[in-house]
Antibody
Framework: EVQLVESGEGLVQPGGSLRLSCAAS????????MHWVRQAPGKGLEYVSA????????YYADSVKGRFTISRDNSKNTLYLQMGSLRAEDMAVYYC??????????????WGRGTLVTVSS | QSVLTQPPSVSGAPGQAVTISCTGS?????????VHWYQQLPGTAPKLLIF???NRPSGVPDRFSGSKSGTSASLAISGLQAEDEADYYC????????????FGSGTKVTVL
């Protein structure tokens, strides 16, 4: 089955760190760029980060640049998001999404169900 | 504050048509980047609705259509049905943000 499954949900204190994972199955993972998109409670979608299929190119929203790191392991069909210096405004459901293309400039044709990150003391 | 502006809400009776606008600028939609649309039903992950401005993925009813002109794009829903009640988001890329992806502010469609 073609699917994306996020994990890493958790409660973290402000200033803390957390790593999210997204396990892909049912398709050739390395042929697609991957993205992270988040949604704060009751709010709209916010673009977070992207990585090309070969992992060479990465993109970040200004709101997370310097604090978050996106990476992938194509041998494990897994996407990661290492989040640091977490703030209250980072609290959200984080979705991983597959890009139709491998460059990271396409549309998101497959989404995971999301994983919740709570930032609170 | 979203780079792409959408109306917060639109509504219509079953069978009617509604249109959702997505207004950008010369650094995103006007720069030639394609616009894509996603539907998010309550409590679920977003789903691709329109890609490449006006193309429907397999399985999306033809009552959904998209268009783009200048610095704006639109999503039209004709023959509104109860199951169309959801949040809708446009998405593109922006050259002024290091080429980062951007989403619209989202529009809640209510079927009266």
């Amino acid at each position: 089955e073609v699917q994306l499954v996020e994990s890493g949900e958790g409660l973290v204190q402000p200033g803390g760190s957390l790593r999210l994972s997204c396990a892909a199955s049912g398709f050739t993972f390395s042929s697609h760029a991957m993205h992270w998109v988040r949604q704060a409670p009751g709010k709209g979608l916010e673009y977070v980060s992207a990585i090309s299929g070969n992992g060479v190119s990465t993109y970040y929203a200004d709101s997370v640049k310097g604090r978050f790191t996106i990476s992938r392991d194509n041998s494990k069909n897994t996407l990661y998001l290492q989040m640091g210096s977490l703030r209250a405004e980072d609290m959200a459901v984080y979705y991983c999404a597959r890009d139709f293309y491998d460059s990271g400039r396409g549309y998101f044709d497959l989404w995971g169900r999301g994983t919740l990150v709570t930032v609170s003391s | 504050q979203s780079v792409l502006t959408q109306p917060p809400s639109v509504s219509g009776a079953p069978g009617q048509a509604v249109t959702i606008s997505c207004t950008g600028s010369s650094s995103n939609i006007g720069a030639g980047y394609d616009v894509h649309w996603y539907q998010q039903l309550p409590g679920t992950a977003p789903k691709l609705l329109i890609f490449g401005n006006s193309n429907r993925p397999s399985g999306v009813p033809d009552r959904f259509s998209g268009s783009k002109s200048g610095t704006s794009a639109s999503l039209a829903i004709s023959g509104l049905q109860a199951e169309d009640e959801a949040d809708y988001y446009c998405q593109s890329y922006d050259s002024s943000l290091s080429g980062s992806g951007v989403f619209g502010s989202g529009t809640k469609v209510t079927v009266l």
